[in-house]
């Protein structure tokens, strides 16, 4: 919850808003794309950040749209985890590695073409995100966001680069 937390208290810096002008930010940074963001959870964490202080309703209820700013708290905890995430590397857990641990249990052809699905995937991924940083910068969305794009383009294409490099030792019999 804390990179969903950071978004949401994040957006709400910008100034007072409903759950939906909080999913609107976020779609204009591209979140859904680097931040696997579930849209249906916005509203619960506004909810449950309200609860515990870091919010405020600043209109609306029982029938209104309610609409949210952060708290003195809240800016203390946006900035608290912010730092937090610069700090700490941790993995990233991606269900391709934990596959990739038994990729032994498949027969060599079931492997090959799981591959080269995956590279023609990452290809498209890769020149998808090369779009989308295309179409920030036409939008004139900020460096900062469009450099968050970047990253997640190179995360794909240094995939793309390590599975056309295992394919070639799969079919040479060096892998599995």
Known sequence: MSSMRILI???????????????????????????????????????????????????????GKIVYAVTEPGREEFQRLLLGAW???????????????????????????????????LKMGVETMGHIIGLKRHHGAPDHIRENLRLTRAMLQAQLDWVEQAVARVEAGELP
């Open 87 to 121: 700090h700490e590397v941790k993995p990233i857990v991606d269900p391709f590695q934990v596959a990739m641990t038994f990729m032994d249990r498949l027969e060599k052809q079931e492997l090959l073409d799981a591959m080269y699905g995956r590279m023609t995937q």
């Open 9 to 63: 208290l994040g957006a709400l810096l910008d100034g007072p808003m409903n759950g939906y002008g909080v999913r609107r930010r976020l779609e204009a940074m591209s979140a859904d794309v680097w931040a696997s963001v579930a849209y249906g959870s916005i509203y619960h964490g506004l909810g449950k950040m309200a609860d515990e202080g870091l919010l405020e309703i600043v209109e609306g209820g029982k029938g």
